[in-house]
């Protein structure tokens, strides 16, 4: 037996330590042998080897037990040490991630007109029909609520289509004088190499006393934005209709890609339309009872800009999460 002793001790890892426990206790191991051939000894040793193997049986199982503590507590620690990772190392392979061309360009808007003193409102996805339309001078009949471009939903609610409804809730809510902007995604049923259904824009809202807000002051902030955004560019206002403003206007850059001379992104203008903008219409104050104010407002899409500034194509491929797009912009 003490042969199996020495194995018990010189085994070296838990595998071995299992050949052994089988060879010893197995149905057919050396202790089942033993047992056996104690059937054909003298009756009156039959108990003494019967005591002598069980005192075995108990030394050795507790011997094994013990050992077999001993080589897993080891293997453990060896595959720790092996599988042990050091968090202050720096792996060259790791990548850095980058704001989407999108969120980067709403930053750099909300970063020119925080700078300006204006607060940043957020609004409401879900919007009801006095806030996106009524409120802003657009009236039951206009085309603008037309269920093509309109998400509707049941009980007169919507997705908002313009962040516009933004002012309305700022002006129900607050006394001016107002400095503020609204960043956020709007939606609208469409869908083509310049239309996505869901995109990003930024209000802008001045209010302050009657007579103190012009068309100057207005002109002003946008042309300083646009050269903030665009850089050495030149900018033109073009008389245009909007509902809430009046007079209003479309601001027009000079063409990012051909610096004026006509291309195909400008139609051979060489212009660009980058936002709309005005003069609160009196209607709008009066939707939220406002007396004795004078305003200006401006709505401006962001993709556009980001596809002006990072010369993309189709404004589809920035919502396509395509890893190769984006990895331009790190
Ligand atoms: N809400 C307009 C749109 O979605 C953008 C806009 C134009 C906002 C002129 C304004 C504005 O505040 O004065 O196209």
């Known amino acids: 037996m003490k042969e199996w002793y020495d194995a018990i001790k010189e085994a070296q890892n838990v595998e071995k330590l299992e ?41 050795l199982m507790n011997e094994l037990t013990a050992k077999k503590i001993t080589l897993q507590t080891l293997e453990l620690q060896v ?39 204006f607060s940043v ?27 093509q471009d309109t998400f509707y939903f049941k009980d007169e609610m919507l ?44 209000e802008g809202l001045l209010v302050d006393e009657e007579g103190k807000v012009s068309f100057a002051n ?26 809430f403003t009046e007079p209003s206007a479309e601001v027009d850059i000079s063409c990012v890609f051909c610096k004026g001379d006509g291309c195909r992104v400008c139609s051979k ?13 009196p209607n709008v104050f009066e939707a939220v009872k406002y007396k004795n104010v004078s305003g200006y407002a401006f709505g401006l899409g962001v993709e556009r800009f980001a596809m002006l500034i990072h010369q993309i194509g189709d404004l589809r491929s920035l919502f396509e999460g395509d890893i190769k797009l984006l990895e331009q912009f790190q």
């Open 121 to 147: 409102k957020t609004g409401n996805m879900v919007e009801d029909d006095f806030n996106n339309f009524e409120a802003l001078n657009l009236p039951k009949y206009h085309p603008a609520r037309d269920m």
């Open 79 to 117: 595959a720790m040490k092996a599988e042990s990772i050091d968090v202050s190392l720096f792996s060259s392979k790791s990548q850095a991630g980058a704001l989407h061309p999108v969120m980067e360009t709403m930053d750099k808007i909300v970063e020119y007109f925080s700078a300006m003193n």
């Open 269 to 281: 203008t060489g212009w660009l339309e980058v936002l709309g903008c005005g003069i609160v219409d």
């Open 218 to 243: 207005l002109k002003y902030i946008l042309e300083d934005f646009l050269k903030y955004m665009f850089g050495d560019i030149e900018v033109r206002f073009r008389p245009s209709f909007f509902p």
């Open 159 to 202: 997705l908002r289509t313009h962040t516009s409804p933004v002012q309305i809730r700022t002006m129900m809510h607050t006394k001016p004088p107002i400095r503020m902007i609204a960043p956020g995604a709007v939606f609208r049923r469409d869908y083509d190499l310049t239309h996505t259904p869901m995109f990003h824009q930024v």
């Open 19 to 59: 050949e052994i426990r089988i060879s010893v206790f197995g149905k057919k191991g050396v202790l089942a042998q033993e047992f056996a051939k104690m059937k054909s000894a003298p009756n009156e040793q039959k108990a003494q080897i019967a005591k002598d193997l069980n005192t075995h049986k108990s030394a």
